[in-house]
């Protein structure tokens, strides 16, 4: 059969009836090319298979299934036999063929779109999150002499610490919060900035052997260390037993 490549996408995804699968098995054993194709589609439906999805809306099917109809597939470019004589069934069986390779590629379609346009990316936990989150995750409170408060969120399992306040006062004109943290016997090295105190914000840095951490308002491109004006300052624990706290 001429076309017999062409039913390497049907193949994979067992789109085939009997006797053609007996067949282009005969065909893969002398085939490398087309075991080469068998094999990438079976692993790409495999990782498809395995991705956590949303199931897409009907409408994407109906869309997706009304224009097969409409597609011309080109067949692959191989070499046709000059000394293989025609069949009677040749023909109907290549007929045949491309329906199931157009529903196999519609299938693919479907389930590729779906990971990308609907899966839930938004669910997934921030950095912020992983620490407020963690099992071992401990805060402190600190009230500001300005109004508002600093909470510190630290998980030594992850190492990293989280800065939110709440009401808290902007810092001033061309001023901001920066953060920082001291590892034990050394000095206060910047952990970043901290623009919006509302939001929660990662301290740079491995929070989870530093033995204290601090708040100051700096310059708005910030400092190498910090200035006299010092807003909060928050001990911190040596991790001990793998039970932490802030």
């Keep these: 059969m001429s076309d017999i490549h062409a039913l390497s996408g049907a193949y994979a995804v067992d789109a085939l009836d009997d006797i053609e699968r007996t067949e282009f098995e005969e065909h893969l054993a002398v085939c490398a090319e087309c075991r080469a194709e068998v094999a990438s589609f079976r692993e790409t439906s495999a990782r498809v298979a395995e991705t956590e999805t949303e199931a897409p809306p009907a409408s994407l099917r109906d869309s997706v299934l009304s224009g097969i109809s409409q597609i011309r597939p080109l067949p692959p470019e191989a070499p046709a036999p000059a000394t293989e004589p025609p069949t009677s069934q040749g023909p109907s069986r290549a007929r045949r063929a491309w329906p199931q390779i157009l529903v196999a590629a519609a299938t693919v379609v479907l389930l590729a779109v779906g990971v990308l346009a609907w899966h839930p990316w938004h669910q997934q936990e921030s950095a912020a999150d992983q620490v407020l989150n963690a099992p071992d995750a401990v805060s402190t409170t600190q009230h500001l002499k300005g109004g508002g408060e600093l909470t510190l969120t630290r998980s030594p ?17 061309g001023k901001t919060y920066q953060m920082w943290l001291q590892q034990p016997g050394q000095e206060m090295t910047s952990a970043g900035l901290m623009p919006n105190a509302e939001e929660p914000t990662v301290l740079e840095g491995d929070a989870g052997t530093a033995a204290a951490a601090a708040v100051s308002v700096e310059p708005e491109g910030g400092s190498a260390q910090p200035s006299k004006d010092v807003v909060a300052v928050f001990p911190l624990k040596a991790p001990s037993g793998g039970n932490d706290g802030a």
Excluded: Y
């Excluded at 399992?157 to 004109?173: E, F, I, M």
């Design 157 to 173: 399992s992850l190492g990293r610490a989280v800065l939110v306040g709440h009401d808290v006062p902007a810092a001033g004109p």
